[in-house]
């Protein structure tokens, strides 16, 4: 079940590394039709996910920059400039998510198919998630949720 989870979140993640690649980096902030989530932030939100789970099974730091403008709860940017005080572009952005994406998913690949049931790790998730199989399938659905309003936002502004 781990590398089922590993190998579809992968895929999906692919998906959205290139869909970031058709985007011009000067349309990263459009907000057409009132939508909340841009292109920018929606990216560095899953790439902030991606810290945020590799934290959850390997206790590494997180950046708390990162998530005060990317995490859940933070608002959208109007502009390019926190986005690019994080990753200094588009390309930047690319290079971070692939990167985060890899050493969470080489965390979520360290566990076994026994450890879906135990307790989240992340006390200040585990009342959503109470296990980490919650947590990990929750990851999948977050992750298309997103891509939905990544592909959804593209057609709105045009790109």
Request: proline share 4%; aromatic share 8%; no cysteine.
């Amino acid at each position: 079940m781990i590398e089922l989870l590993v190998r579809r979140l992968a895929k999906q993640r692919a998906q959205a590394v290139e869909a970031l690649r058709a985007i011009p980096e000067e349309s990263l902030t459009l907000q057409p039709a009132n939508m909340v989530n841009h292109a920018a932030w929606t990216l560095a939100h899953l790439h902030t996910s991606d810290v945020l789970v590799r934290a959850t099974f390997t206790g590494s730091p997180v950046d708390k920059k990162l998530v005060e403008n990317f995490a859940n709860g933070s608002k959208p940017a109007p502009n390019l400039d926190a986005f690019r005080e994080l990753f200094s572009s588009k390309d930047g952005l690319i290079e971070k998510m692939t990167a985060s994406h890899a050493a969470a998913m080489d965390a979520v690949g360290a566990l076994s198919d026994a450890d879906l049931d135990r307790e989240n790790p992340n006390e200040k998730s585990r009342g959503y998630f109470p296990t980490i199989g919650d947590l990990l399938t929750y990851l999948i659905w977050h992750e298309g949720y997103h891509f939905g309003q990544l592909s959804h936002w593209r057609k709105a502004a045009g790109v």
